[in-house]
């Protein structure tokens, strides 16, 4: 599986970053895909997820400032963020959930992290 995540960067409190992730050489079905960050000391949380039958969730603290999408036949998953806030500093991981065809079998996948860093 190979997940590569780009858009990441340093932007100004109040600015706005577009992340992308291509999802390739994936065997099994995709069944959800989102984003997750972890900040300096602090744990990885989930940001957002959108899953296959399209519903989408996002964390209390990004709602109304991050919206996620997904691109099903392109395989890629994409986080709109605006009103950046410093807090929001952190590396954003992007997931794939995935099911085998074959089994009820089920793995979870993340791609390198980008970077996020919002200035103050």
């Known amino acids: 599986v190979q997940l590569q995540a780009s858009g990441g960067g340093l932007v100004q409190a109040g600015g706005s970053l577009n992340l992308s992730c291509a999802a390739s050489?994936?065997?099994?079905?995709?069944?959800?895909m989102g984003w997750y960050r972890q900040a300096p000391g602090k744990e990885r949380e989930l940001v957002a997820l959108?899953?296959?039958?399209?519903?989408?969730s996002v964390v209390d603290s990004v709602k109304g400032r991050f919206t996620i999408s997904r691109d099903s036949a392109k395989n890629m998953v994409y986080l709109q963020m605006i009103s950046l806030k410093p807090e929001d500093t952190a590396v954003y991981y992007c997931?794939?959930?995935?099911?085998?065809?074959?089994?009820?079998?089920?793995?979870?996948?993340w791609g390198q992290g980008t970077q996020v860093t919002v200035s103050s």
């Open positions: 997931y794939v959930g995935a099911r085998s065809p074959y089994s009820s079998d089920a793995r979870g996948y």
């Open positions: 050489e994936i065997q099994w079905d995709i069944n959800s």
């Open positions: 959108v899953t296959s039958d399209g519903s989408r």
